[in-house]
């Protein structure tokens, strides 16, 4: 195993921050912690990146135990926190220096491992790291978390706040070094960006809902879902809040999410019912579970 | 039924030195539109977003918001627009109570008038066990839905809210949505900024911004259609690619 959890809490005085929390990582893997903010993703990241110590429960990482081995672990992993946490007055290739060095270790030496996010940001090496776009910032903390080639990267929401299109190159890049065998254990908040990790754990207020594939994951989901739309959403939504066959209705863009109590679903029942409370162009139609929904399911 | 123009706007413009942050964007929003207003980081959003809640002057162009010129009528703008966003929202060391006083005497309502909102306010979101708590214990969820309901306070004609609902839990944030929908329901249009497309999709309109214009302006439905993929998201990514 590459990071192994058995039983971990950790509480911040009357706060449950993480309660007996158990999962493993295989080596290589890219696995996805994902949850709302306070769900407890950063405690498990510091006690892993040996920044916290667990009140119970053991924990290891490139097999090193987070407590009694801390300074191996350390060595061995790459860390970006969730908030920036360079030096806003260094420059770009002063800051990689400063972490290879302090690494013992060179640019050089493992240039290979960001030579392709590395390039993006060199036109702009000269520039000191506070003056950077979000994006660039982004491309730089992940440069200095990979330059002393560690066995396992720990990336905590890399995305939150990114754009569309630097969020989508961020996982592109992310796949590229899985292929050169780093695990990686990655959190966001962005139900969508689960989809694209080989495992994900939901975590929710400190607990794990499931662990297992995104497929999997929403191959579970135990009801048919129903796409719902109407001419007016708010009118639709409680509308079909008062439906005696409701199960549950969330807002999914366009459509509602519509999910029925009975085995058998009338079409025509539920079609007549919104037209009665004064709807029209009126849409139902099947359609698939995704990661939100299964979230919102087991999160009941 | 004709709806009538709450924001208008004609070539607004605004330039630091030489650079153009905002190109000549046209538009207008409907009264109880749901518009979201998108864009990669440095497009030139926020900087469009101030000229319109009247705290930047523009360069040139002219736009009309709640039917107050922008360049020469801020005061009464700010006076019937809400505004809500996750980096500036309440005051953590306030009570729930307070916050809402506050923000009601801000926005200038009669004491009986926030006495009666503040109850209303507090009944709606379920928080009279807790309306005596500082607002910093609240989670985040909470603390999203009550200052959206803060926002509301003086009955203004349009909210701005600028990336509201980031890093809340999928029920909170379709909780948030609904009561979305519920303001827009009642004749608030609501103006929304924001980079997650999901958000994108719950508009009734939606302008993507590219360089400090505006390269597509429709519904999530029509967009998708023009650009023929699935999502919002990839009509973002077809527009903004390869911009930085």
């Known amino acids: 195993m590459s990071i192994s959890l058995s039983h971990i809490s950790k509480s911040y005085k009357k706060v449950k921050a993480v309660q007996d929390i158990s999962f493993n990582v295989n080596p290589g893997e890219l696995f996805g912690l994902i949850g709302s903010d306070g769900a407890g993703k950063t405690t498990i990241f510091r006690i892993l990146t040996t920044l916290l110590i667990p009140d119970e429960g053991t924990a290891t990482v490139a097999g090193f135990d987070v407590v009694k081995d801390y300074k191996a672990i350390r060595k061995s992993v790459g860390y970006m926190p969730g908030r920036f946490s360079l030096y806003q007055d260094l420059t770009v290739e ?49 440069c200095c978390a990979l330059i002393h080639k560690p066995k396992v990267l720990f990336l905590d929401e890399p995305t939150t706040g990114v754009d569309p299109v630097s969020r989508k190159e961020f996982w592109e890049m992310l796949k590229r070094l899985q292929k050169k065998e780093i695990t990686i254990l ?38 048919t879902i129903y796409n719902v739309g109407a001419n007016n959403m708010y009118k639709l939504i409680q509308t079909l809040q008062g439906y005696e066959h409701l199960y549950s209705v969330f807002p999914f863009g366009e459509f509602v999410h519509y999910t029925d109590k009975r085995d058998s679903f009338e079409n025509a029942d539920l079609k007549s019912y919104l037209e009665k409370a004064g709807l029209t162009d009126i849409h139902i139609e099947p359609t698939l579970a995704n990661i939100e929904d299964a979230f919102m399911e087991l999160a009941r | 039924m004709k709806k009538e123009n709450v924001i208008e706007a004609h070539q607004l413009t605004k330039t630091f030195g030489d650079f153009t942050a905002v190109n000549a964007i046209s538009f207008e929003v409907k009264k109880g539109e749901i518009f979201g207003f998108l864009g990669a980081n440095g497009a030139g959003k926020t900087t469009a977003m101030k000229m319109l809640i009247g705290i930047s002057k523009p360069s040139s162009g002219s736009a009309k918001v709640a039917g107050f010129d922008v360049y020469t009528q801020t005061e009464s703008i700010k006076k019937n627009i809400g505004y809500m966003s996750q980096k500036f929202a309440l005051y953590d060391d306030l009570t729930v109570n307070e916050n809402i006083t506050f923000f009601g005497g801000i926005y200038g309502l009669p004491r009986k008038k926030i006495k009666e909102k503040r109850e209303q306010l507090v009944s709606e979101l379920g928080l009279e066990n807790i309306s005596n708590k500082l607002v910093g214990s609240l989670p985040l969820g909470w603390k999203q839905k009550l200052s959206f309901s803060v926002s509301l306070l003086h009955e203004p004609k349009i909210v701005f809210l600028d990336e509201p609902t980031g890093g809340v839990d999928p029920i909170t944030r379709r909780q948030f949505w609904e009561m979305i929908y519920k303001a827009a329901d009642q004749g608030t249009t609501i103006f929304v900024t924001t980079h997650y497309m999901d958000e994108a999709e719950y508009c009734d309109r939606v302008s993507i911004m590219v360089e400090g214009k505006i390269e597509a302006l429709d519904t999530p439905k029509k967009l998708k259609e023009q650009f023929n993929v699935d999502s919002m998201n990839d009509v973002f990514l077809k527009l903004a690619r390869n911009i930085e």
């Open chain 1, 186 to 223: 990655v959190s966001t908040p962005y139900m969508d960006e689960a989809a694209l990790c080989d495992r994900i754990a939901l975590i929710q207020d400190g607990k794990i809902l499931e662990i297992d594939t995104p497929e999997a994951i929403v191959n579970k989901f135990p009801k």
């Open chain 1, 94 to 142: 002063e800051n990689l220096t400063f972490f290879a060095t302090i690494f013992g270790t060179t640019i050089e030496e493992n240039y290979d491992l960001i030579e392709d996010i590395y390039v993006q940001i060199e036109p702009f090496k000269n520039r000191r790291a506070g003056k950077l776009s979000g994006g660039m910032k982004q491309k730089l903390a992940l």
